[in-house]
């Protein structure tokens, strides 16, 4: 009793198919596959892109005034 037989998923599927059409279920079907498929084009992006960027490096400054001082390469570049 606690498993639906065949002919209870027809009818589920019938009411469905009734209440929201087929062209609505079929645009459903393909913006899901979309979705799908842009979510593993990104894991598989995410994964690479990773690979190939190290964090970037740092340098020190050995000047007197700021000695033992590390400086980020990024932050220095852009002042």
Known sequence: ?????????LIVLLIVIMVFGTK????????L???VKGFKDGMKEGGSAEDKTAPPAQVTST????EK????VEAKTKS
């Open 1 to 9: 009793m606690g498993s639906f037989s065949i002919w209870h998923w």
């Open 63 to 66: 000047s007197p005034a700021t």
């Open 33 to 35: 596959g979309g979705a």
């Open 24 to 31: 609505k279920l079929k645009n459903l079907g393909s913006d």
């Open 69 to 72: 001082t590390t400086i980020d």
